[in-house]
């Protein structure tokens, strides 16, 4: 008996001293109570668990508790993501003097930073990317020299960025995209020497870059677009040793490119479109021989130079939007490692070249709202890799059947405003593959135009068209005047009643959502 009262006793002690051990401090847990008061914490989502329950703080969704050597259990970690937090955070969350990371994103929290953040001395990541914060960028920040990450993005932070944040000599990442921050880049920020990611896009940035944020030597991804940014591209740019994801598109940046740039030897990811970068191509680009991917749309380009084909390792080209203009530039078949090669309004015509079908790695491909007539080649059914063809507004007639296709996956075919047939869809569609968009422009089906009658002559239409065709719908000046289960209409002993626009419409039982129309054939009676 005594030996199990002694027993208890222990066990009784154990317990005690392990919840004693375990306690968090005071300010932690009256700080933590304050967040979940002021962010609406009984509408949480995910984390809510303990809370509110009245159990440990080190059972709280969400919480990091780690021991502090003397300090006890502290609070180090707030992971409480699309959560749906509302509200300004409390200021009371500076006495968590512990805290080394913050990740509130994609909820719905509002105001400012509060100041008090000033007192979190050992925080090394704080994202909040995808709230509703405003106000200017806190610039105390730079007082937090643990600081590796900073996730501002996707708000409506105003202002312009902080001189004072060239302190933080550990940032590595940095995220201010999607917000409406101004003004010029800091020349101070090339002080940043650590610093590997940044997110500066979708904001109204103006001026040019500075020269000195050539020294950020370890920086890898680097994203400017969609900002008002100008001038050139600096020679001192080419430090930048480590850059291996630059986009600058969306600005109003202009030529030449300095020929330093090929120094950057680790870039392969580059999109540098909707800038004024002239009529040629930069020489400079065709010797970055280790480039994987440049999109260069709607840049005033005019010509592509065959030396594009000593870019042996591109696997993605767009020249989108280019007035490019004339026949195919074949010297682009001669790429055989280019999986996606995007020419949407270029204003190329002629035929679909043979060899574009011979770059065996071709994944995308993308030639609409240009000027190409005849066929789609045949070989496209040998494109094992074909994921999508995309060829509309052309003046494009004739699809091959697929029946011998090669490929390794489904593909989809966007084919609207060309002069397909419904054989011609049918040829795609009967193979199980997947046309996204298959309006037509009007079908050539009436081989004149305009047709000169006496009156009470007998008139026979007839209409050219191919494919599976159940009905054609017969329409003078829009009002539909009859049907036939054949291409032709007959006119018995026409009258000036018969003058006008006719055209018809076919209907097919294996496109119950598509009707095709033919082009218009007026019709003048005479005396």
């Known amino acids: ?118 007192n979190l001395k050992y925080l090394e990541d704080i994202s909040i990317t995808d709230n509703n914060f405003n106000g200017e960028l806190p610039g105390f920040l730079y007082q937090l020299p643990n600081l590796e990450i900073i996730g501002f993005g996707m708000n409506n932070f105003y202002g312009t960025l902080p001189e004072s944040w060239s302190a933080l000599q550990n940032l590595r990442d940095l995220y201010l995209q999607d917000n409406n921050l101004s003004g010029g880049l800091p020349a101070s920020w090339g002080e940043l020497k650590n610093l590997e990611k940044l997110g500066l896009n979708l904001n109204n940035f103006t001026g040019t870059l500075p020269p ?48 330093s740039f090929i120094q950057l030897e680790n870039l392969r990811e580059l999109y540098m479109g909707h800038n004024n970068w002239g009529e040629e191509f930069p020489t400079v680009l065709t010797e970055m021989t280790g480039l994987v991917s440049l999109f260069y749309n709607r840049t005033g380009l005019r010509t592509v130079p065959e030396e594009i084909t000593r870019m042996v390792n591109l696997r993605q080209l767009s020249l989108n939007h280019n007035d490019l203009g004339g026949e195919f530039p074949m010297h682009l078949t001669e790429m055989k490692n280019l999986e996606v090669l995007y020419l949407w ?29 005849g066929s789609v080649p045949e070989a496209i059914a040998s494109l094992t890799n074909l994921r999508e063809f995309l060829v509309d507004n052309n003046q494009l007639s004739s699809f091959p ?118 082009n218009e054939l007026r019709i003048t009676i005479t005396d």
Do not use: C
């Open 1 to 118: 008996m005594q030996k199990s009262i002694i027993g208890i006793i222990f066990l009784s002690f154990l317990f005690l001293s392990i919840e004693s051990r375990s306690q968090v401090a005071k300010q932690d847990s009256l700080a933590l109570v304050a967040l979940f008061n002021a962010t609406d914490g009984d509408n949480w989502t995910f984390w809510r668990g303990g809370w509110t329950g009245g159990s440990p703080v080190t059972n709280w969704g969400g919480v990091t508790v780690e021991e502090i050597p003397g300090q006890g259990y502290r609070v180090t970690g707030l992971t409480l993501w699309r959560n749906n937090l509302k509200g300004e955070l409390p200021p009371e969350m500076g006495d968590l003097t512990y805290l080394r990371h913050i990740h509130f994103n994609e909820n719905q929290l509002t105001g400012s930073i509060p100041e008090t953040f000033v």
């Open 212 to 259: 000195e944020w050539g020294n950020l030597e370890k920086l890898q991804e680097f994203t400017l677009w969609e900002n008002e940014l100008s001038g050139t591209i600096p020679e001192e740019f080419a430090g930048m040793k480590s850059l291996n994801f630059l986009e600058i598109s969306g600005n109003n940046f202009e030529g030449p490119l300095p020929q």
């Open 345 to 373: 309004n270029t204003r190329l015509e002629g035929e679909i070249p043979d060899e574009l079908f011979e770059l065996k790695n071709l994944q995308s491909l993308a030639l609409g709202d240009n000027n190409f007539t």
């Open 401 to 518: 059947d697929l029946e011998h296709h090669q490929f390794n996956q489904i593909p989809e075919f966007s084919l609207q405003g060309n002069y397909f047939h419904f054989e011609d869809l049918q040829h795609i569609q009967q193979h199980g593959f997947t046309i996204t968009s298959m309006e037509q422009r009007p079908l050539p089906a009436f081989n004149i135009t305009e047709k000169e009658k006496a009156a009470g002559e007998k008139v026979k239409l007839h209409a050219n068209a191919r494919g599976n065709i159940s009905s054609f719908h017969w329409y003078q000046n829009g009002e539909l005047i009859g049907q036939t289960s054949e291409p032709h209409f007959e006119l018995q002993s026409i009258t000036s009643e018969h003058n006008g626009l006719w055209h018809v419409e076919f209907h097919s039982e294996d496109f119950n959502n598509l009707t095709l129309q033919s």
